[in-house]
């Protein structure tokens, strides 16, 4: 499962009401979508964007009314990224066990990528405060879904246990090594802090039950 780190090809959710795909669009929404993971989305401009993909402004707002717009598309394509993989890796799992294993193998390979900057929905979580922000929302959702996600697949690994622990902590506990992880691996080294996320993760899933 992939982890919600990368930029994204934006997605049919992604796409503005009226605004059809097209490949000067793909192209402002992958250039905008590497630089808005790599630098900041605040930190990078409409200006910057047109001067790297190249485009014109006329071009830019037939495809994005706003920047938010762009935003809201860069982070949609990377949710529907992370859902379709983690559909993928549900589906090829032996088992519910297996498959959280995967998820969290599919976390420590990220931290090792040369180009891993962060979690994407953490990095704009901290650029839009405001609870209210649809950028915000579009974070709240994201995550709001990959606990739901988790939270399924702990219910199955626990089952009837006599000793079963409530499949969401569990959940709420992965979700927060992973944050960690995300957070820790450039100050700490990726293989260490994936190999103590990995030692969190089969924790999880004998330890409590």
């Known amino acids: 499962m992939a982890t919600p780190t990368r930029p994204a090809p934006d997605s049919p959710n992604g796409s503005p009401r009226g605004h ?4 000067a669009r793909e192209r402002l929404l992958s250039t905008a979508s590497a630089l808005f993971y790599r630098e900041g989305i605040r930190a990078v ?14 071009t830019f707002y037939r495809h994005f009314p706003s920047k938010e717009e762009l935003v809201l598309a860069y982070l949609r394509g990377v949710d529907a990224g992370i859902r379709a ?16 294993r995967s998820i969290g193998t599919a976390v420590a390979d990220d931290l090792a990528r040369p180009e891993f900057r962060g ?18 929302q579009v974070v709240l959702d994201h995550r709001a879904w990959y606990v739901t996600t988790l939270t399924e697949l702990f219910a199955q690994v626990f089952g009837t246990s ?6 969401e902590h ?25 190999a103590a996320f990995h030692r969190g993760v089969e924790g999880l899933l004998t330890v409590l039950h």
């Open 119 to 136: 979690c994407a929905f953490l990095k704009a979580a901290a650029e839009y405060p405001d609870p209210n922000d649809p950028v915000r």
């Open 20 to 23: 059809g795909r097209s490949e």
């Open 170 to 194: 569990a959940a709420r506990h992965f979700v927060m090594m992973r944050d960690g992880a995300m957070s820790g691996a450039h100050l700490d080294g990726a293989d260490s802090v994936g």
């Open 85 to 100: 993989a983690a559909k993928a890796t549900i589906e090829a799992a032996p088992s519910p066990a297996d498959a959280l």
């Open 45 to 58: 401009g409409v200006e910057r964007i047109l001067a790297v993909a190249p485009a014109t402004r006329a």
């Open 162 to 167: 006599p000793r079963r622990p409530k499949p």
